[in-house]
Structures are given as C-alpha cells and as structure tokens.
C-alpha cells in the first residue's frame, strides 16, 4: 500500500464514527440509506450466493458486532482507493497547498487582528478592541476551513458518501467558529454591565453581571450543541427539547416563590425604584435600605430594626422613597389669640415675611424646583375655634434633615423673638369665662320684670 493510499486510509477511520452513526427510523443517513431498511443495505454488501438476513434480523445483531458492520460499510462507501487513481499528483499538491495558505492566512489574519486590538486598546475603546480581539480565533479556524474547501473543490472521483462526510466537517468547522466568536462576544455585554453598575452603588448590580455572563454562554453552547446534533449527525432533537421543557415546567413549580423573587430583584435593577442608602417608607416601615439582594431587600428603620422584605412583594405594593425629594417641606401653623387687634395680625405677618428674608434664614428656603424658584408662603388663612391661625409653608433645600431641623430651630427662635418685642401673644386651647364685674369686658344685664 503506497503512501497516499495509507493517509486516506487513516483519515478515513478517523471520521468512520461520524458516518456510521446511525440515523432515527425513516431519515437518511449519511449516504442515503434509511436506518428502516438496514436489511437492503446489508445485502448490497454480501457476497454473491450468500444469504442476507432477513428484515429485522440486523437489528438482532450485538451491539459491538453492529457497530463493526456499520463501520465496515461505511469504508466501502467512502471508495477511497478510487481516489488515487482519479487524481494525479497536481490534485494532491493543490489539496495541500490549499490548507497551508488556509492556515498561513489565519495567523496573517490573528496578527493583524491583534495590532487593531492593541491600537483600539491604546486609545481606551475597549468595545472595539473586543470586538476585533475575540475574532482572533475564529478566524483562524474559518481560513483554515476554507482553505480546506478549496482543496476538496479539487479532489474528483469523489463518492456521494466521501462528499457528504467533507461537507459535514465543513460545516461542523464553520459551526465551531461561529459560535466561539459569539461565546467571546458575551464579553461585550459584560462589558456594558460593568460600565453601567459602576454608576450606581448597589451590591446586586454586581452579583448580577455574571450571572447574565454565565446565562448567555451556557446558552449559546446548549444551542450550538443542539444545532452540530441536528444538522451535522442528523439527530432529531425534538425529544430533546420536549424534556427540556418539562423539566423547566417542574423546575418552575417546584421554585415558584424564589422565581418571583428573582425577578422582583431584576425588577428593582432595571426599574430602581430606590438605592442603597436612600430612605424608604413601605408597609409601614420606615427606614434606610441596606441591602438589595436577590430574594429580599434589607431596611434599616429608624428605631434601629432590621426589616428583611421579600422582592416580589416590594415591586407590586406601592413604595414611598423620601430620599428622592428634590427639598423638605415645612407646614407651620402659628396662632395667636383672637384678641388681637387688626393691625397687629397684619405686623405678625410681616414679621414673619421679613424673618424668612433675612440673611442667614432665606438662603436654602429658596430652592428652584423643576425650574421654578418655591418662595415661602405667609397668609392669614383660618379662624379656628380658639385661635387666629397664620400658615407659613416654605421648602427646605438640599433635603438633609440634620441640616433642616438646625434650620428650623434658629426659625423658631427668631419668631419668638419678634412676636415677643411686637406684644404679639401666641395662643393656645383655652376657653374665656367672662363675669359681669370685669372691667375689661363688661356686662349689661336687663330685669325685664319685676317678677323676675
């Protein structure tokens, strides 16, 4: 046996197992056949005035024996010594030439390749330099397939069995390389994760990254997997996916409360309805959020209680979030005694107008909200049942209440001081008894009879 015909020999065992899997019940296989009619295949192999096995007899075969005839057959209709006869030595040449300049236009491709990378990389566009990095391998192993296409295209006397086997591991080369390329490519959203949970101070944002990154690559291998089973080996795979889907049905029930909190923590990612650090009233709590995990949410209340909420109950309740409010709003009520003259009512609120001006006081009372500047509001509004009521509404600005309660206090301070110089007596729940003898508030009283 010469040298070539050895080589073929030994490429061929090599891909026996891909040819002699055998296909499902009434699909050709790889040369044709149909795995129903196994008895007609046998007998195109049997010698002249030998018996073939009746139908179903083949299938009676042990496995090992089964495998061997398989194989066997598959051999005979690769009709590799034919090859050598058909092709001269220029065939050969360009078979070979073809795949050296496959494989030399790879690494000309990965070198290049990666200066582009190296270049994007110098200049901090890492999108970019992921995109052209993670090509590097899948490149290589494209040319070099098709390289070897081009080879093959050369080759004559090829049988319908030897075609269908270098169109499969075409294909199945081709295949490797594009998803390698998309399993790099995962990268990218990894990325672009990182970039944006950079931003935010939530702990979640980082256990999500790579989860989404595992997800993605686990799926694109599950699906490359099932597409080379379906297309190269010609399985059918819808049995496959049946008990994949049953088996996600029983998971689902099986974990329905963790998955509703799963996804009430996806919900708060994306939605943020609030954040680490900010104060949050729900179901009458309220406290500073400390943890957002993937089941629960963390809340510190103000008595120093830790609360543990479960996410799938936050994201469909209504959630109050005082530390998104662009200012602190003060309502103030100040009452004085219905005594008053009129012109002191109006000096009250002057006082009071000219306070919230003064230097010290007016400066983050003032704030631009949405826009708009919020000056404070003093009216004279109510008469109440014991007292004259003048409403003071101002907003406080930045919303820190440390801050805001200091604020108030020198406010407060400052009124009393002015009301007390202005004789402006501040009133409280009282009830007034008036006698007959007071002077300050005299009574008539009238005999209107002698009888009385």
């Known amino acids: 046996m010469s040298y070539r015909r050895y080589l073929l020999h030994v490429v061929a065992m090599a891909a026996c197992g891909l040819l002699a899997w055998p296909s499902d019940a009434g699909r050709p296989n790889a040369w044709g056949a149909e795995s129903g009619t196994a008895s007609a295949g046998r007998s195109s192999e049997t010698d002249v005035g030998q018996p073939s096995p009746q139908d179903g007899e083949f299938d009676r075969v042990p496995f090992a024996g089964h495998q061997t005839v398989a194989a066997e057959s598959a051999w005979a209709k690769l009709r590799l010594p034919q090859l050598s006869t058909a092709n001269t030595w220029k065939e050969w040449s360009i078979l070979l030439g073809a795949i050296f300049l496959g494989v030399a236009a790879g690494w000309i491709a990965a070198a290049l390749l990666t200066r582009a990378q190296d270049r994007f990389r110098s200049r901090r566009w890492e999108f970019w330099a992921h995109v052209v990095g993670d090509l590097i391998g899948p490149g290589k192993l494209a040319l070099t397939a098709l390289g070897l296409a081009v080879g093959l295209a050369q080759i004559k006397g090829m049988s319908d069995a030897l075609q269908t086997l270098s169109w499969k591991t075409l294909l199945l ?85 963790s998955l509703k909190n799963l996804f009430g923590s996806i919900t708060i990612l994306f939605d943020r309805p609030f954040k680490i650090g900010e104060r949050i009233v729900y179901g009458g709590y309220d406290g500073i959020v400390e943890e957002i995990g993937f089941r629960s949410t963390k809340v510190r209340t103000l008595t120093g209680h830790l609360v543990t909420i479960p996410n799938a109950k936050i994201v469909s309740d209504p959630v109050e979030n005082i530390g998104r409010r662009p200012s602190i709003q003060r309502i103030m009520n100040l009452t004085i005694t219905y005594d008053t003259p009129r012109e002191k009512i109006e000096q009250a609120v002057s006082i009071l107008r000219e306070i919230l001006e003064e230097e010290g006081i007016r400066e983050p009372i003032h704030p631009v909200i949405n826009g708009d500047e919020s000056p404070p509001r003093v009216y004279f509004n109510e008469y109440n049942a014991d007292s004259l009521n003048i409403l003071v509404i101002y907003w406080y600005a930045p919303p820190v209440y440390w801050d805001y309660v200091e604020h108030a206090q020198r406010l407060n301070l400052r009124i009393f001081e002015e009301f007390e110089k202005a004789g402006i007596e501040l009133a409280f729940p009282t009830r007034t008894v008036r006698l007959a003898g007071d002077p300050k508030r005299e009574m008539t009283m009238k005999i209107l009879g002698k009888d009385l």
Not at 173 to 193: P, S
Not at 209 to 238: S, W, Y
């Open 173 to 257: 080369l081709y295949t490797i390389a594009v998803f390698w390329y998309a399993f790099n490519l995962v990268a990218l959203v990894d990325l672009v994760l990182r970039r944006l949970t950079a931003k935010t101070e939530s702990t979640l944002d980082n256990q999500v990254v790579p989860l989404v990154r595992k997800t993605l690559r686990i799926f694109l291998v599950v699906i490359g997997v099932m597409f080379v089973v379906d297309a190269v080996f010609e399985r059918d795979i819808a049995a496959w996916l049946a008990g994949l889907g049953i088996a996600g049905i029983a998971v689902s029930l099986a974990a329905q409360d």
